[in-house]
């Protein structure tokens, strides 16, 4: 259990026993509790944070170690965008993880099954994306989680090993769900916020500054920004972020590739 958890359930016991002990200094216990879930909503909001379970930001050092990074590509599977996305992958031969919303692949399962023949990943992005998801309960988290799970297991064929919440956000209740699924939170290291920057070169320059190995990237083939010429930015951006990659001699992998530490070296 991470430190900012085993702090809560210390502050909650502690300001217990301070109330029965001395109940005058009810305030003191009242702003330590205010505080703690402060700090709990924090770590929530920010997609980043590792305080409040396990949460990949980064790939593994031993998938660093071979110069590995990680596309993920998030929101889809969309008719439209998701094909072409696929095409370009194929152009540079890269592999990348495709986050997808079940409700979408439900509604798509060719593509999904696409998506996987081509040797990417499909990993588990919830079942309807909700604005609330991060407001769930445990019951809400299991309900939503194993929904999109089942659905994605059928699509693809092979079950999800990765989740990653929606927009980034969740709070305490989530980790231990994700548990209980054999899921593991993944996040990212840099994002193009291509949702809605109409600027490709913003996107690629918020990706790949600073670029290393063992980044995880960021980009969306569903509710993805248009350029002004109606061109959804993130088939301007993959080409361009591809060809940075190959420049920079690092590989992109599936995420699911670098769960087993002592796989050989590729030839
Ligand atoms: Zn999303």
Redesign the pocket.
Known sequence: MPPLLWATGAVHAGAALALVAAPAHWAWALAALAANHAALTAAGLWPRSTALGENWVRLPQAAAARHEVAITI??GPDPDVTPKVLDLLDAAGARATFFCIAERAARHPDLVREIVRRGHDVQN?SNV?GHHFSLLGPRGFAREIGAAQSVLVQAAGTAPRFFRA??GLRNPFLAPVLHRLGLTLASWTRRGFDTRERDPQRVLQRLTRGLAAGDILLLHDG?CARDAQGRPVVLTVLPALLAALQRAELVPVTLSSTLCADRSPTP
């Open positions: 998030d929101d992005h994306h929606p927009a509710h």
